[in-house]
C-alpha cells in the first residue's frame, strides 16, 4: 500500500534553508511523476513543484520560483524540497503528492 512520509521541517530564521524530504514507501516511484503541495489553515492547498518520472521539473507557483528545487531519487524511492531564502509567508504545512495520495505533512515555520 502507498504511503507518503514527508520530514524535514522545522523552524527556521528569514532567510534560511531547509530541505524537506518525501520517503515513499509500499510502492515504486519509478514511471511516475510527484509533486510537493503546501496548505495554511483556512486556504486552499497550493502546488509548488513537481517532477516527471524522467526528472524534469516544474514550479507550479510563481512564489517560489527561484527558490525552491524539487529533486528525486528513484534509488531511494525518496524525494526532496529544497527550499532557499525562506520568507515567513513560507510557513506552512507542505506535503507530498503521488497519483492522489497524500502523506500527514510536515510544518515549516519561518519566523525570527
Known amino acids: 500500500q502507498l504511503q507518503l512520509v514527508e520530514s524535514g521541517g522545522g523552524l527556521v530564521q528569514p532567510g534560511g534553508s531547509l530541505r524537506l524530504s518525501c520517503a515513499v514507501r509500499?510502492?515504486?516511484?519509478?514511471?511516475?511523476?510527484i509533486a510537493w503541495f503546501r496548505q495554511v489553515p483556512g486556504k486552499e492547498r497550493e502546488g509548488l513543484a513537481c517532477?516527471?518520472?524522467?526528472?524534469?521539473?516544474?514550479n507550479d507557483a510563481d512564489s517560489v520560483k527561484d527558490r525552491f528545487t524539487i529533486s528525486r531519487d528513484d534509488a531511494k524511492n525518496m524525494v526532496y524540497l529544497q527550499m532557499n531564502s525562506l520568507k515567513p509567508e513560507d510557513t506552512a504545512v507542505y506535503y507530498c503528492?503521488?497519483?492522489?495520495?497524500w502523506g500527514r505533512g510536515t510544518q515549516v515555520t519561518v519566523s525570527s
Open positions: 509500499g510502492f515504486s516511484l519509478n514511471s511516475y511523476a
Open positions: 503528492n503521488l497519483i492522489n495520495s
Open positions: 517532477i516527471s518520472s524522467t526528472g524534469s521539473s516544474a
